[in-house]
């Protein structure tokens, strides 16, 4: 059974930098294209940044292109999410997810339905 773990959120001021962890088991992972998502309070769930496991395609919301950073590393079976330049507008509770459905630049069109628990992010200006 595939599990994700979120990790690494924190307080942070705006101008800082965070580093979020995804830890994956469960199953090869080498063919999927998984991705980061946020759910800010009152609002829906939207798609951050996705990556095929294998390398070379990245996708990122226009709001933190050049200062997000979607990364894997295949010995870890780990996830990352480099945000630097933060604001307070990406204060959300961040989750990991498998990407059923994508495009070849690895933007998730659909997920699991199963989401973990996440990790909070908060950005104080």
Do not use: H
């Amino acid at each position: 059974q595939v599990q994700l773990a979120e990790s690494g959120g924190g307080w942070v001021q705006a101008g800082g930098s965070l580093r979020l962890s995804c830890a994956a088991s469960g199953r090869t992972f080498s063919s999927t294209i998984m991705g980061w998502f946020r759910q800010a309070p009152g609002k829906e769930r939207e798609f951050v940044a996705g990556i095929s496991w294998s390398g070379g395609s990245t996708s990122y919301l226009d709001s933190v292109k050049g200062r997000f950073t979607i990364s894997t590393d295949n010995a870890k079976n780990t996830l990352y999410l480099q945000m630097n330049s933060l604001k307070p507008e990406d204060t959300a509770v961040y989750y990991c997810n498998i990407c059923t459905r994508a495009t070849i630049q690895a933007m998730c069109l659909a997920t699991r339905d199963y989401w973990g628990q996440g990790t909070q992010v908060t950005v104080s200006s």
